[in-house]
């Protein structure tokens, strides 16, 4: 298949993206670049200088709301691609109306309660949509742990499943970013199989 | 009986476990997870009474911090 017919395909779908970090940031770029058509982005954080070291983001948008800077970055990638924010911390009742309409929905949350959150949420109130879930990429270097499994036709998880981020095994750009455009591929793969 | 968890054949001596056993005998004490038994998902709340039976399929994912 040809990049246009690709990019004409992915263009007629919607993914909703739960949390704008180093998992959000990088793996919405990956589909903007992509041509998915629409993109539904949550976040009630900003831009900190921390984040640089694995976020899409730049030194001058320290202190923008990473929604917003989110939505710059990928108008100056693909113009074309329509980008929703949502300035507010996802919950679950919120998540439901959020997420509507959305073919598939990336967890790319940092904390670990709020994946559960979704993942529950999601699973319970829209059944039909499929969850990528991106679980597990701390540190640096264990490349070959970095893994992909389908769990059902409705959930997906990217990532070691076995490191957890703390003070001394810090997320950093390569694996952060490896799980994220895994997610990414995973959400093309499911939106190039499915019909509109 | 015999069940498959996470694609794996797993064996247990007795007839059927209920979660919160399934979790005990295995020794999975990590807190945060999602279980689903033959596509369902079951909430913490239900760990306690859900019964996992012969030729059920239980996959279970860890949620670790980071993103």
């Known amino acids: ?196 | 009986m015999k069940i498959v968890l996470n694609n794996r054949d797993e064996e247990f001596n007795s007839d059927s476990v209920t979660v919160s056993e399934m979790l005990i005998l295995k020794k999975f004490s990590f807190r945060l997870r999602i279980i689903k038994i033959n596509g369902t998902l079951i909430t913490k709340e239900n760990y306690d009474t859900t019964v996992i039976r012969n030729g059920d399929n239980v996959q279970m994912l860890y949620l670790m911090s980071g993103g």
């Open chain 1, 1 to 196: 298949m040809r990049i246009s017919e690709i990019r004409s395909h992915l263009s007629k779908f919607r993914v909703g993206i739960a949390g704008a970090g180093g998992l959000g940031s990088n793996c919405a770029v990956a589909l903007a670049r992509s041509g998915v058509g629409t993109l539904i982005i949550a976040d009630y954080d900003v831009v900190e200088t921390l984040n640089l070291n694995r976020q899409y983001y730049f030194t001058d948008q320290v202190g923008l709301m990473k929604t917003i800077a989110l939505k710059e970055n990928i108008s100056r990638i693909n113009p074309d691609v329509f980008v929703i924010t949502h300035q507010k911390q996802l919950d679950m009742n919120n998540i439901p109306e959020i997420f509507s309409g959305c073919d598939v929905v990336v967890e790319a949350f940092d904390r670990s309660d709020m994946k559960e959150m979704l993942i529950e949420t999601m699973q319970t109130y829209m059944p039909g949509i499929p969850v990528v879930v991106g679980s597990g990429m701390a540190g640096w270097g264990q490349t070959e742990l970095i893994r992909y499994r389908k769990i059902d036709d409705t959930l997906y998880v990217c990532g070691d499943e076995l490191t957890e981020v703390s003070d001394d095994n810090p997320p950093m750009a390569p694996r952060v970013g490896m799980v994220a455009n895994m997610q990414a591929n995973v959400v093309i793969e499911l939106l190039m199989n499915a019909e509109i």
